[in-house]
């Protein structure tokens, strides 16, 4: 019971970790609101977009240490369940932030901390998936799409438990409703491009970024 009340005391803790807002601390830096530009999402693909790679690389592992941060306290603290109940809270945090009227981002990278931390190996086959769906499409929706269905049939097929299956299930439903927008511009073939800006009509490599605000 000592072990269920402390992962339930750090639950507020492991939220609020998940609203850092990694995506506009990052692109304020360089004069740029990511919620008002691009496709007003604060993650990395639109960092990406609107400011290059590296930019863009920075707020996924920011992003994705939140999730990573909360689940290693969860996991030393109570195993699997630990983890995958702090992480999710991450998770929450990010998609739905209190400081933001509960707007925030899709929760892909966060997703992937937290998986990577009880499924390391699995997370790193999923990275790679991720990473040729997107350099070979140009479109990050899809490759999160693939990899958020993909996860819950790959840990069924490795054996794992009931608890994994439902949240790795969940978490990847979260993400596809959270993907709701992209699907349908998807369907419209209008999907923004991870090289193009919004109505640019291109998958250019995006323009290098502004020099970084002082």
Excluded at 115 to 142: E, M
Excluded at 156 to 175: F, N, Q
Excluded at 194 to 211: A, H, K
């Amino acid at each position: 019971m000592a072990v269920v009340a402390l992962i339930l005391a750090l639950v507020p803790l492991a939220y609020l970790l998940g609203t850092f807002p990694s995506a506009e601390l990052v692109a304020r830096k360089y004069g740029v609101d990511v919620t008002k530009e691009g496709s007003g999402n604060p993650g990395a693909s639109n960092v990406v977009r609107l400011l290059g790679w590296k930019a863009g690389a920075l707020v996924l592992v920011l992003d994705a240490a939140k999730g990573a941060i909360a689940a290693g306290a969860g996991l030393a603290i109570d195993g699997h369940r630990g983890a995958w109940i702090l992480g999710v809270a991450a998770v929450i945090g990010h998609v739905f932030p209190v400081w933001k009227k509960f707007k925030g981002g899709r929760g892909v990278a966060t997703g992937a901390g937290v998986f990577l931390v009880v499924y390391p190996l699995i997370t790193i086959a999923l990275a790679v998936v991720w990473v040729a769906i997107a350099r070979g499409l140009h479109k990050a929706s899809v490759a999160s799409l693939v990899c958020a269905v993909a996860a819950p049939v790959i840990v069924v097929t490795a054996g794992g438990s009931a608890l994994d299956i439902a949240v790795v299930a969940g978490v990847a439903l979260l993400l596809v409703a959270r993907h709701a927008s992209n699907l349908r511009r998807l369907i419209r073939g209008e999907e923004h491009g991870l090289g193009s800006r919004p109505g640019d009509g291109t998958d250019s490599p995006p323009s290098p970024p502004p020099t970084p605000s002082r």
